[in-house]
């Protein structure tokens, strides 16, 4: 089945204790993206990677890396994780993302982010 | 830079009403617009999408036209019924130059009644 999967799907820790939230594609898709989703906010771009070892600055950056080794994966790293960084976060991929046929995206069930 | 406005929620409606959810844009060129839904504890999924202007994108009843003079993409369907309960997003992503960024609106959340 095509997919994008998360793990873990919910998390509670501590601030400033290092996390990873991985994100894995099956569709061979070049691109992929994290997003974070707050009430009122909607959904606010985090990274996005158009190739493999390619990753760029999405609207939220800060307190957050990213990684592009393979093309399937995508991690998400808090390395001081604080509270304003408790979110619901939703990785998404896509075949491209010009215009045309083929840009939609892909996502991820969503990961429950609690950070004290 | 891009950015998307939606109309404001939630929005309650009984089974069989009429729905529209405006959604209006700001963007250079000709983005590609999509409406995504988020159904209680899931992801988002796509619902229907246009990438050029006068496209018509429609789904499952749900219908949206590409307005260029309005920079509008709003979403409609004629009988809603308890299953489209969810929350609906509007989003675009460029034509041309950053090529990688993703906007999305605030999202409106939709309730349904029997």
């Known amino acids: 089945e095509a997919q994008v999967t998360q793990n873990p799907r919910y998390l509670i820790t501590v601030t400033g204790k290092k996390l990873t939230v991985t994100c894995s594609q099956n569709?061979?898709?070049?691109?992929m993206s994290w997003y974070r989703q707050d009430p009122g906010l909607g959904l606010r771009q985090i990274y996005y990677?158009?190739?493999?070892?390619?990753?760029d600055k999405g609207d939220v950056p800060e307190g957050y890396k990213v990684s592009r080794k393979e093309k399937r994966n995508f991690p998400l790293i808090l390395e001081s994780p604080s509270p304003n960084q408790t979110s619901l976060y939703f990785c998404?991929?896509?075949?491209?993302?010009?215009?045309?046929?083929?840009?939609?995206?892909?996502f991820g069930p969503g990961t429950r982010l609690t950070v004290l | 830079g891009d950015s998307v406005t939606q109309m404001e929620g939630p929005v309650t409606l009984s089974e069989e009403a009429f729905l529209t959810i405006n959604c209006t844009y700001t963007?250079?060129?000709?983005?590609?617009l999509f409406w995504y839904v988020q159904y209680p504890g899931e992801g988002l999924q796509l619902l229907l999408k246009?990438?050029?202007?006068?496209d018509k994108g429609s789904n499952k009843g749900f219908e949206a036209t590409y307005r260029k003079e309005t920079t509008s993409f709003h979403l409609e369907k004629g009988s809603v019924q308890v299953s489209d309960s969810a929350v609906y997003f509007c989003?675009?992503?460029?034509?041309?130059?950053?090529?990688?960024?993703?906007?999305f609106g605030d999202g409106t959340t939709l309730t349904v009644k029997p």
């Open positions: 998404a991929s896509s075949p491209r993302l010009a215009g045309g046929p083929g840009n939609e995206q892909f």
């Open positions: 569709m061979n898709h070049e691109y």
């Open positions: 989003a675009l992503i460029p034509s041309w130059g950053n090529a990688g960024k993703s906007t």
């Open positions: 963007a250079t060129g000709y983005p590609s």
């Open positions: 990677s158009m190739n493999v070892e390619v990753t």
């Open positions: 246009a990438t050029k202007a006068d």
